[in-house]
């Protein structure tokens, strides 16, 4: 079993800039693939980004592609979302989540374990 706890979520307007951290502790998730999905009020679950063990895999969902940057720390049992240019549909609880696999995966249910999320909002 893992423990996820993310941070730095917030309010910011239109424009600006987040990073939110997930830190890991239990199983070692430094082996696994890892991703942070999001729900908004009223709407599913949606896949943001994922990163492969090592770091050298990124996959990003089309409304966030060249605006977010997935990444990780292994030393630290970290991963990061760093989050530009954020618009008001951005708001949403983001969750960071840790697979059983190496590689990055879009499914929400290759997912296993879950942290408890951060909440993100984008003022206009």
């Known amino acids: 079993q893992v423990q996820l706890v993310e941070s730095g979520g917030g309010l910011v307007q239109a424009g600006g800039s987040l990073r939110l951290s997930c830190a890991t502790s239990?199983?070692?998730?430094?082996?696994?693939?890892m991703g942070w999905f999001r729900q908004a009020p009223g709407k599913q679950n949606e896949f943001v980004a994922a990163i492969d063990y090592s770091g050298g895999t990124l996959s990003y969902a089309d409304s966030v592609k060249g605006r977010f940057t997935i990444s990780r720390d292994n030393a630290k049992n970290t991963v990061y979302l760093q989050m530009n240019s954020l618009k008001p549909e951005d708001t949403a609880v983001y969750y960071c989540a840790v697979t059983k696999d190496y590689d990055p995966s879009l499914d929400i249910y290759e997912y296993d374990s879950w942290g408890q999320g951060t909440q993100v909002t984008v003022s206009s």
């Open positions: 239990g199983r070692t998730a430094s082996s696994y693939a």
